[in-house]
């Protein structure tokens, strides 16, 4: 089987498998080999037979059933590698009857498809799961995952493409779902547990921020699935983008343990870039549950801004200006309003700080993660309560 797989396919078992997955098509067969042959999980064996039905998807009911070839066999005989690309296993003894009756329930099925429903199986195959992660959300906490990293997968170089992808939910994940309808978000009453569908690049090097394919289309269960409106130009000329964030698609799913749900996506192929989508079983929280969460987090040492500040005011030989004093604002840059949870991210290196309750506030609105006063990334895991500044504001209280 593996000595029929494309470049990509060997690349994506390797990467399953954590092995380097860089170098030529021969190179990484022998990896492959070499993999197989030293011994490996059967994890391993169902990657290789789900790519297999994915490259051959008419082939692979008839075979895919067979167990994998010794790969002791086909390194030392060629001819047995080729009847590994075929599918067939000339190596193996078992019986006629034994064979029938294996192949025969799987025979019998596909004999009665038609044309259409042929073509409809093949279309639904089983995707390839790359080894992409998302990041991951403040906002959100993830329960479940009910759909990995999925590829989508462009065919036949046509400038617009069509992929499908189905889930299907447990009884607890349905009772989660009805459980949390909170009259209280608003009049239409949201679930704060909710089926979120993401879309990114298909890329493994690092954890992906939320990126729409162009011309997206998404229909949940044959509804057309609402996406963020488009945001306006900057420079005349520029096509408009919709800004990429997680799509909610709680309203349009079947809230069934028994019936399936079915995603239907159309976008616009582009050459030399792949995307990739994963739907996810998340909890949606407020900006109070994560202040109480950086509280939990303890409070920085008061240690580590003495020693920002004695810093700050060692003179340095080289220059000709010294500074002989720092100037600290106890209103916050956003509310303008006096602090009342000193906060900045550990990768800030300035003294100022702004309240963390406003700061959560205006990123459950719109999330820009950004630092009010030195206008850098300021995400949440990086946030910190200032240990120095606490002391300094109940003094100022006190005396006001």
């Not at 889930?167 to 009259?183: E, G, K, M, N």
């Not at 550990?346 to 719109?366: R, S």
Request: charge should be positive; hydrophobic fraction near 35%.
């Amino acid at each position: 089987m593996v000595m029929s797989f494309r470049v990509s396919e060997l690349q994506v078992l390797l990467g399953f498998s954590g092995r380097n997955k860089t170098g030529r098509k021969h190179e990484l067969l022998t990896k492959v080999l070499y993999m197989l042959k030293s011994g490996c999980s059967p994890a391993v064996h169902m990657k290789i037979k789900e790519l297999y039905r994915r490259r051959f998807p008419r082939k692979s009911h008839a075979t895919m059933e067979l167990p994998l070839l010794s790969v002791q066999n086909a390194v030392a005989h060629p001819s047995a590698s080729a009847s590994l690309a075929l599918g067939s296993n000339p190596q193996l003894h078992y019986s006629t009857s034994a064979a029938s009756a294996l192949v025969s329930p799987l025979l019998s099925p596909l004999s009665m498809l038609t044309p259409k429903r042929e073509l409809d199986l093949q279309h639904l195959s089983p995707p390839v799961h790359p080894d992409v992660k998302m990041r991951r959300l403040p906002f959100y906490d993830i329960y479940d995952e009910l759909t990995k990293p999925t590829t989508l997968v462009s065919s036949n170089g046509q400038r617009f493409e069509e992929a499908v992808v189905t889930f299907a939910l447990t009884p607890q994940q349905v009772q989660q779902i009805c459980s949390s309808r909170d009259l209280l978000l608003g009049a239409k009453g949201d679930h704060t547990v909710q089926v979120q569908l993401r879309f990114c690049l298909c890329e493994t090097s690092c954890p992906q921020e939320d990126y729409f394919p162009p011309n997206l289309f998404v229909k949940v269960n044959g509804k057309l699935c609402p996406l963020p409106g488009y945001l306006p130009p900057t420079k005349n000329g520029v096509e408009p983008k919709r800004p990429s964030r997680p799509i909610n698609v709680t309203s349009l799913i079947k809230l069934s343990a028994t019936i399936p749900n079915m995603i239907t996506i159309n976008w616009s192929s582009e050459y030399g870039r792949n995307y990739s989508v994963s739907v996810y079983l998340v909890k949606q929280l407020t900006s109070a549950t994560l202040l109480q969460r950086l509280r939990a987090k303890g409070i920085r040492n008061p240690d580590h801004s003495r020693a920002l500040i004695k810093e700050k005011l060692t003179a340095d030989p080289d220059s000709e200006i010294a500074t002989t004093s720092l100037r600290v604002s106890l209103i916050c840059p956003l509310g303008k309003m006096r602090l009342s949870v000193p906060c900045r991210a550990v990768t800030c290196t300035h003294l100022q700080c702004f309240d963390a309750t406003l700061y959560l506030q205006m990123n459950e609105k719109k999330a820009t993660w950004v630092c009010p006063v030195c206008d850098k990334k300021a995400p949440y895991e990086n946030l910190i309560i200032d240990g120095y500044g606490i002391p300094v504001f109940i003094v100022c209280v006190c005396v006001c």
